[in-house]
């Protein structure tokens, strides 16, 4: 069954610093890989995703990600961190898709807060 | 453009009460499905629908039904309401069943069962 890994609790980051959040993922066959993040008492909003192609993916409000197959990873990155960013940020994967299902796993979430 | 609405925001239960979850769509979207979302948990698949009159189970879904009887809606029944179902609970919705489009969020019920 496929399943993530995002190892850290927090990740708290000072305004205007880089900002990474981990995620390493497990499947049996090629993943396609989601970001989302989670403002306080709303719902998730996608940030962006890898189902095939470049490595580097860009998504909204000046994120990426870098899709490593190696390494079974895809963290997401933030060239310099905003106060607004302060949210939580979930990783999620799908297995090549079966058909009829768009089954996704998620990871526990990372709270990220930035310092000003 | 509305996307996914849930209702309630909030509900408090008893222990053994029964409720209604609401989730509609107004995207035409053919995916649905149930999450609830628990702390250091992240969010666990309840109920899925890959269409009008399909639904399927997920990975917790005991003690909850569901039904789609239209493309819109996706109802998330409690049968019998226990403490271990606090929770806030999610509705997602995606344009297709392949799985390379991004899931479309309500903004959630957050249930307190006593």
């Known amino acids: 069954a496929q399943s993530v890994a995002q190892p850290e609790d927090q990740v708290n980051v000072a305004e205007g610093n880089p900002l990474t959040v981990k995620c390493t993922y497990s499947?049996?066959?090629?993943?396609?890989l989601f970001w989302y993040v989670q403002y306080p008492n709303r719902g998730l909003q996608f940030l962006l995703k890898?189902?095939?192609?470049?490595?580097l993916v860009k998504g909204s409000y000046g994120f990426e990600a870098e899709f490593n197959k190696s390494q079974t990873s895809f963290h997401l990155k933030k060239p310099s961190a905003l106060v607004s960013d302060s949210a939580l940020y979930f990783c999620?994967?799908?297995?090549?898709?079966?058909?009829?299902?768009?089954?996704?796993?998620f990871g526990k979430g990372n709270q990220v807060v930035v310092i000003p | 453009n509305a996307g996914v609405t849930q209702t309630p925001k909030f509900q408090v239960l008893k222990t053994g009460q029964s409720m209604t979850l609401q989730c509609a769509q107004d995207?035409?979207?053919?995916?649905m499905s149930w999450y609830r979302q628990d702390p250091g948990m992240g969010l666990r698949l309840i109920h899925y629908?890959?269409?009008?009159?399909?639904?399927d189970q997920g990975e917790v879904p005991n003690g909850y039904n569901v039904s789609r009887s239209t493309t819109e809606d996706f109802p998330l029944r409690l049968l019998s309401a226990a403490p271990s179902q606090t929770s806030v609970y999610f509705c997602?919705?995606?344009?297709?069943?392949?799985?390379?489009?991004?899931?479309?969020f309500g903004n959630g019920t957050r249930l307190t069962v006593t």
């Open positions: 995207m035409n979207h053919e995916y």
């Open positions: 999620a994967v799908r297995d090549f898709p079966t058909y009829g299902n768009n089954r996704l796993a």
């Open positions: 890898y189902i095939t192609g470049d490595n």
């Open positions: 997602a919705s995606s344009g297709n069943r392949r799985g390379d489009s991004p899931l479309h």
């Open positions: 629908s890959v269409g009008a009159g399909i639904t």
């Open positions: 499947v049996s066959g090629n993943p396609y």
